[in-house]
């Protein structure tokens, strides 16, 4: 399966959800909030590097309960940016 590259704005958009996720996780180690999630570290670093633009929906829902995030607000500040 070919995968259709990621245009610059779903590019700009994960970087941004990982940015907002680093930032929820503050001084919490990366291992522990993915642990408490049940998703691996690296998954983990991938988001919150922008490395994994579109992660799956129910990756970033339970990143945002541990984290403390509700997905409306994640939704709203993960929007497209309008032009």
Same mark, same amino acid.
Request: charged residues 25%; glycine residues 8%.
């Given at each position: 399966?070919? /995968? %259709?590259?990621? %245009?610059?704005? $779903?590019?700009? /958009?994960?970087?941004?959800?990982?940015? *907002?996720?680093? $930032?929820?996780?503050?001084?919490?180690?990366?291992?522990? !909030?993915?642990?408490?999630?049940? @998703?691996?570290?690296?998954? *983990?670093?991938?988001?919150?590097?922008? /490395?994994?633009? %579109?992660?799956?929906?129910?990756? !970033?829902?339970?990143?945002? @309960? @541990?984290?403390?995030?509700?997905?409306?607000? *994640?939704?709203?500040?993960?929007?497209?940016?309008? !032009?």
């Amino acid at each position: 399966m070919v /995968r %259709t590259p990621l %245009t610059p704005e $779903e590019r700009e /958009r994960g970087e941004r959800l990982g940015r *907002l996720l680093r $930032e929820a996780r503050g001084e919490r180690s990366m291992v522990e !909030v993915a642990a408490a999630a049940g @998703v691996s570290p690296e998954t *983990l670093r991938k988001i919150e590097t922008g /490395r994994a633009p %579109t992660p799956a929906f129910f990756t !970033v829902a339970a990143l945002a @309960v @541990v984290l403390g995030l509700s997905m409306d607000e *994640l939704a709203v500040l993960c929007a497209p940016v309008a !032009v």
